[in-house]
């Protein structure tokens, strides 16, 4: 419904909020502004005296001509995420903001949940919860049920989406529902008149632009606000400039990429979606912890922090806290009590356990001062001689959590330098905050150019230890990370990098178990030395095969020898079109040198495996094209390799297609295909995305690196 519009339409700054939080899922990350932007924005408003509006009321304002506040804003926010309780409400409670809230009820967790929903792209409120949203005055409006694109569904389809929303949102929370907003902003003629006819007052779209006094009440337009917005450039939309203003004639560009989508949901049989239907019906709910096995073992419960019950358990052993293995074990639903514990995990790594003892020429676990701590007391007395580089980029909780676990492992100061690759979200003060809790040497260092293997150079330029150590901003180091990554270069002068085992901090969602039934981080509980002496054994794709000596989240590398070999290759890898494979370039151009490389599984860090389906997705695809990427360049850098590589192309091609492989081999009958084609896809665009990558470095011109003396 468009009224008649005003000589001079007003604007009307309607914004569109998605997620308020530190650490989002990949899929929802441009979308999120962190607690402390929110506020910011708050503040903003307040500053320049708007008057903020539910979409409810200002359709009735709309509606029957009345007045608007000299300042108007309205705040809408999409999809029901958990933090918009914890996070959006309370500042807003505190400016006197009423929000607008639209949700989608299939989402929504319960019983009335479809079993083929879409895996939203992160935690959804529940009923309760909004329950509580509506007694603290959040207007509630309809999103859809399962949050398709409406216009790409048959007119049915479209309306029973509509209808059933409203129905459930008004039966379940006891209101009448006024307002709606088209999923992803998509809409139609005919899906405004479904949603017209359905009961509803008004509607919001996207458009990205200032809805007005003259706006269609059916497809009121919103700016969305992203991870990037400026405070000047929100300030430029509350004050009614910057953008259109609405009402406007639909461009072509819209009307063709709705019939792209639509030719798309035909041609699949699926509707156009952002969200993806991933059911976890073989996923088990996994507990992760480390066990002592020199101390009295502990009760595994199935509860544990609240939620679901836990079906299994995945134990880390450690003895005199050094880790000697892993154990997957279900978990009964009395628990797994204190003697069975101990029995399974004899049974699983009594060879283990023995050779720990015989290293340390014991008899007993239970020993005071065992040999192994007396020898880690030596090695952290040698910490100076490290730096730890870490490169991070609007992830402030997890680099906490990451520099806490370093001061506790260390137990000594430990220089650390801490790239901030490309911020939105500076994490100056944060470092410095830290420098002072933790008792470490934090470094900060802003590297303005994106990328992972450029944070990378930039520690490596300044870093000051003789070995310097990478690890990723969302791992936690196990306590003797640090002394057994150091005995590890003790076992020769040619160790010229160290690799460590990477195990799961959680396993709560389906797409983290999938993650390691992919392949995860996992390259077992033996220490391996790769030389020149021990290439024969190691199997028809070495030295070239992805994860064979480790991954970059945990590794090590002598400084010297690390810029002797040029550093990393700012043209692969996280942040570039390569996606990856800068850690795997690294790893072969050390052993291609002739030197030696040490996987070092006690070495562990702990590593938070992104939640949500969409993040996977991205990882098993940037995971193909890096790999792809990483062999394209190995054959540039040495054109010579190209016999070699031509002989081991079926070799791969059957590691890499065969489902009886050992690549494929942990994949259980729950495990998306898509993924698998997802990672394929990868792998073709690769060659192509790293030459891409390579020539863009070189428009670039970026300075040779210059390493510090």
């Avoid at 203003?245 to 049989?269: D, H, K, L």
């Avoid at 064979?548 to 002797?564: C, E, H, I």
């Avoid at 996987?599 to 997705?617: I, K, S, W």
């Amino acid at each position: 419904m468009r009224r008649p519009p005003a000589v001079d339409p007003t604007p009307i700054p309607i914004l569109l909020y998605h997620a308020v939080c530190d650490d989002p899922s990949a899929g929802i990350a441009p979308y999120t502004v962190t607690p402390e932007q929110f506020r910011e924005h708050l503040g903003l408003f307040a500053e320049l005296g708007c008057t903020v509006l539910t979409t409810r009321e200002l359709v009735s304002r709309l509606r029957r001509g009345a007045p608007l506040p000299e300042q108007p804003l309205v705040l809408t926010f999409d999809d029901a995420y958990v933090d918009f309780a914890t996070n959006a409400l309370p500042p807003l409670i505190e400016h006197g903001f009423p929000p607008s809230l639209y949700v989608a009820t299939g989402l929504v967790p319960g019983k009335r949940r479809p079993d083929d929903a879409p895996v939203p792209l992160g935690p959804i409120l529940d009923w309760a919860g909004l329950r509580e949203l509506v007694a603290a005055g959040v207007e509630i409006g309809g999103h859809s049920h399962t949050h398709p694109h409406l216009d790409t569904l048959p007119a049915a389809a479209a309306r029973q989406e509509i209808e059933l929303c409203k129905q459930l949102l008004e039966d379940e929370l006891q209101l009448e529902l006024e307002t709606f907003a088209y999923p992803n902003g998509y809409t139609s003629r005919s899906i405004r008149r479904a949603v017209r006819d359905a009961g509803f007052a008004g509607a919001c779209a996207v458009r990205n632009a200032l809805s007005s006094t003259g706006d269609d009440l059916f497809a009121l337009s919103r700016l969305t606000i992203r991870n990037t917005t400026s405070l000047d450039e929100l300030r430029s939309w509350v004050m009614g400039r910057g953008v259109r203003v609405a009402p406007f004639r639909e461009q072509a560009r819209t009307r063709a990429w709705r019939g792209a989508r639509r030719f798309r949901a035909a041609v699949t049989r699926r509707p156009g979606s952002d969200l993806v239907t991933a059911p976890a019906r073989g996923f088990e709910r996994t507990r992760v912890l480390e066990v002592e096995l020199a101390a009295p073992l502990p009760r595994i419960e199935r509860r544990a922090g609240g939620g679901a019950p836990y079906e299994r358990a995945l134990l880390v052993a450690s003895l005199h806290g050094v880790p000697v293995g892993t154990v997957d074990v279900d978990l009964p639903p009395e628990g797994l009590d204190p003697d069975s514990l101990a029995e399974t995990l004899g049974a699983a790594l009594g060879g283990e356990i023995d050779d720990h003892c015989t290293r340390d020429g014991i008899a007993s676990l239970a020993v005071e001062d065992p040999p192994c701590r007396l020898e880690h007391g030596r090695l952290l007395e040698l910490a100076s001689t490290v730096t730890v580089a870490i490169a991070t980029r609007d992830r402030h909780d997890v680099l906490e959590a990451c520099l806490h676990s370093l001061a506790a492992a260390a137990g000594t100061p430990l220089e650390v330098v801490v790239v901030d690759n490309a911020p939105t979200r500076p994490a100056a003060e944060l470092v410095a905050r830290l420098g002072s809790e933790t008792g470490l040497e934090l470094r900060y260092e802003l590297e303005p150019v994106p990328g992972l293997a450029v944070a990378h150079n930039r520690a490596l330029a300044v870093a000051r230890g003789e070995i310097v150590a990478f690890i990723d901003d969302d791992v936690v180091v196990q306590p003797v990370w640090l002394p057994e990554l150091l005995r590890a270069f003790e076992i020769g002068d040619d160790v010229a990098c160290v690799t460590g085992a990477i195990v799961p901090i959680e396993l709560e969602t389906a797409p983290q178990g999938w993650l390691e039934q992919f392949g995860g981080f996992a390259k077992g509980f033996r220490q391996q030395v790769f030389d020149a002496a021990s290439a024969g054994g190691r199997g028809p794709l070495y030295p070239y095969a992805a994860g064979t000596f480790g991954s970059g989240a945990n590794m090590a590398f002598r400084t010297d020898v690390l810029r002797a070999l040029g550093g990393f290759d700012p043209a692969i890898g996280a942040g570039t079109p390569a996606r990856g494979g800068d850690d795997l370039a690294a790893f072969l151009a050390v052993v291609a040198a002739g030197h030696t490389l040490v996987y070092q599984p006690t070495a562990l860090v702990y590593h938070r495996h992104r939640r949500d389906y969409e993040g996977l997705r991205r990882t098993t695809f940037g995971y193909g094209v890096g790999l792809t990427a990483y062999l394209t360049k190995a054959l540039l850098d040495d054109p010579a390799r190209v016999l070699e590589l031509a002989r081991k192309a079926p070799h791969g091609l059957a590691h890499g297609l065969g489902s009886s492989s050992p690549k494929h081999r942990k994949k259980l009958p729950d495990y998306p295909r898509e993924l698998t084609r997802r990672e394929r896809y990868g792998m073709v665009v690769g060659p192509a995305a790293y030459l891409w990558s390579r020539s863009r470095r070189r428009r670039l011109a970026l300075p040779p690196q210059g390493w510090a003396e």
